[in-house]
């Protein structure tokens, strides 16, 4: 089993940033596969962010520059460092885990799934 604790969101101007943690608990971690989705009012959950069990990372492309993921497996966290926000990136984020270590962008792929952060960026 898998626990999984967001924090990090708030209110920020655009153009701001914003650093997202995710705490994860569970022995098996450091091999997981993570990702950041995001779910905006009105709107469908959408992929953010994917990082691998070995380190490799993908994005979507609305937030292709702008956003990187990264883990520190020491400590069991998986960040997503947010920078130029803008207001269309307003949303709950979450993040996700699966024990298999392949990248994944699906959300059907995922099996654990944190509570959320909200993320709100004003013009």
């Known amino acids: 089993q898998v626990q999984l604790v967001e924090s990090g969101g708030g209110l920020v101007q655009a153009g701001g940033s914003l650093r997202l943690s995710c705490a994860a608990s569970?022995?098996?971690?450091?091999?997981?596969?993570l990702g950041w989705f995001r779910q905006a009012p009105g709107k469908e959950r959408e992929f953010v962010a994917a990082?691998?069990?070995?380190?490799?990372?993908t994005d979507a492309d609305s937030v292709k520059g702008r956003f990187t993921i990264s883990r520190d497996n020491a400590k069991s966290t998986v960040y997503l460092q947010m920078n130029s926000l803008k207001p269309e990136d307003t949303a709950v984020y979450y993040c996700?885990?699966?024990?298999?270590?392949?990248?994944?962008?699906?959300?059907?792929?995922?099996?654990?799934w944190g509570q959320g952060t909200q993320v709100t960026v004003s013009s």
């Open positions: 996700a885990a699966t024990p298999s270590p392949r990248l994944r962008r699906l959300g059907s792929e995922y099996d654990y």
């Open positions: 569970g022995r098996t971690f450091s091999s997981a596969a």
């Open positions: 990082i691998s069990g070995s380190g490799m990372s």
